[in-house]
C-alpha cells in the first residue's frame, strides 16, 4: 500500500515537472499548498453543515400554539335527565263481568267518544243457560225426524220442543248481553283483547287516552329540587325526533318525594310542536343547575392538571413567551369551563399545543 502511494505521488510529481518545468522544491510546496486548501475546504463544509442542523434545531424545538382571548360571557351549567310522554287524562275500559267477548268496535290509533257502546260482553251465565237449551232443542229435532207423525212419542216431543224454545227465549231476554259504554272522548293507545276471547272481570279490554293532555313525565333528584319550579321554561329532544328542539314548560310538581330513589317527580308541556305525539315517547331534558352572566371562560382542553391535582392553564404575552397560570375552576358547560381565580379578561390562553409547553418558554402562535 506505501509502495503503491510514493508511486502515485511520483507520478504526479512528474506530471507537475513535465507541465510547469517545476523544481522539486517548488513542486514540495505546492503539494503542501493543495492538502492545507483540501483541509480548509472539508473544515468549511463541516462548519456549514453544523450551522445548518443547529439552525434547523434550533426552529424545530419553537413550539406552535394556538390561543384565545379571555372574554366574560354568560355560561350555565346543564344536567340532562330522560322523561316519558304519557296522557295524564286517561282510563282503562275493563270487563263488568266474566264472559265472551262479542262485539268489540275499536282498535289502536281509533278516536271513540264518551257514551258510544265501544264493546259488548256475553256473560258466562247467559252463555252457558243459552248453550245448553240449544243443545236440547237440536236434540228434540233429531227425534222429531226420526219419530212417527202419527205416533203419540211424535206428539209428546212437538209438546217438549216447544217448551223448549220458550225456555231459549226466556233465557235470552232474562239474560242479555252486557254493553260496554265509553266513559270519555279520546284516541285508543291500546287494545288488550279480541272478539271472541274469554275475559274476567276486571280484565282490561282497551285503553283510552286523551291526547290534548299529553305530557312529558320526568324525575329528578332532591338535591336539585330547587332548580325546577313551576313555569320553568326547558330545552327538551325527544328520540323520535333526533333534529328538532324542543321547548316545554314545568307544569306541575308533584309534592312527594320517593323514599326509595330520592327522586320527585314533575310533568313538561310540550310547546308548539306539529309533529305527531304519542304515549311512551322518550324525552331527553337539560336542567340548568348553575349559571354566571360573568363568567370568564376557557376551552375545557385549554385546562391542563398537575400531578399534585391542581389546575394550570398557559398564558402568552406580547413577546411570545408562555407563562404557566394556576387557575380555579368553577361550572362547565359543554366544551367551555369556568375560571374563577387566576385569569382576566383579555389575557391571551393556550388552547392548543399547550400539553408540550413548560413555563417561560418561547413559543409561535399560529391560526
Do not use: W
Amino acid at each position: 500500500m506505501l509502495r503503491k502511494k510514493n508511486s502515485i505521488n511520483r507520478l504526479e510529481n512528474y506530471e507537475l515537472k513535465s507541465i510547469f518545468k517545476l523544481s522539486n522544491f517548488q513542486i514540495f510546496k505546492l503539494n503542501r499548498i493543495f492538502k492545507l486548501l483540501f483541509v480548509v475546504l472539508i473544515v468549511l463544509q463541516s462548519c456549514s453543515g453544523n450551522d445548518t442542523q443547529t439552525q434547523s434545531t434550533t426552529t424545530k424545538k419553537i413550539p406552535l400554539v394556538k390561543i384565545q382571548v379571555v372574554e366574560e360571557t354568560e355560561i350555565v351549567s346543564y344536567i340532562d335527565i330522560t322523561g316519558t310522554i304519557e296522557a295524564n287524562i286517561f282510563t282503562d275500559i275493563v270487563a263488568s263481568t266474566d264472559g265472551i267477548i262479542e262485539i268489540l268496535y275499536a282498535r289502536e290509533n281509533q278516536t271513540v267518544y264518551k257514551d258510544n257502546i265501544i264493546a259488548v260482553i256475553n256473560p258466562n251465565n247467559r252463555v252457558s243457560i243459552i248453550s245448553k237449551n240449544k243443545l236440547i232443542i237440536n236434540e228434540l229435532n233429531t227425534k222429531i225426524k226420526k219419530a212417527d207423525t202419527t205416533s203419540v212419542l211424535y206428539d209428546s216431543l212437538q209438546i217438549e220442543l216447544e217448551n223448549a224454545n220458550k225456555n231459549l227465549a226466556y233465557a235470552e231476554n232474562m239474560y242479555q248481553t252486557i254493553p260496554i259504554i265509553c266513559p270519555m272522548t279520546g284516541l285508543v293507545t291500546q287494545r288488550h283483547t279480541d272478539i271472541g276471547n274469554q275475559v274476567n272481570i276486571k280484565d282490561k279490554i282497551l285503553t283510552i287516552s286523551d291526547m290534548n293532555s299529553l305530557v312529558v313525565k320526568a324525575e329528578i333528584n332532591e338535591k336539585y329540587f330547587e332548580n325546577i319550579k313551576k313555569g320553568d321554561k326547558l330545552t327538551l329532544m325527544l328520540n323520535a325526533y333526533p333534529n328538532d328542539t324542543l321547548t316545554g314548560i314545568i307544569t306541575l310538581i308533584y309534592p312527594q318525594i320517593d323514599p326509595v330513589t330520592r327522586n320527585v317527580k314533575f310533568d313538561i308541556k310540550i310547546q308548539n310542536f306539529s309533529k305527531t305525539l304519542i304515549p311512551g315517547m322518550l324525552a331527553y331534558i337539560k336542567i340548568p343547575v348553575a349559571s354566571n352572566k360573568n363568567a370568564i371562560t376557557v376551552p375545557e382542553q385549554a385546562v391542563l392538571t398537575s400531578p399534585d391535582n391542581k389546575n394550570f392553564v398557559f398564558t402568552v404575552n406580547t413577546d411570545t413567551i408562555a407563562r404557566k397560570i394556576m387557575v380555579v375552576t368553577g361550572i362547565s358547560s359543554g366544551n367551555n369551563i369556568e375560571i374563577t381565580k387566576g385569569l382576566k379578561p383579555k389575557e391571551k390562553v393556550v388552547i392548543s399545543g399547550q400539553e408540550m409547553l413548560k413555563d417561560s418558554i418561547k413559543v409561535k402562535i399560529i391560526k
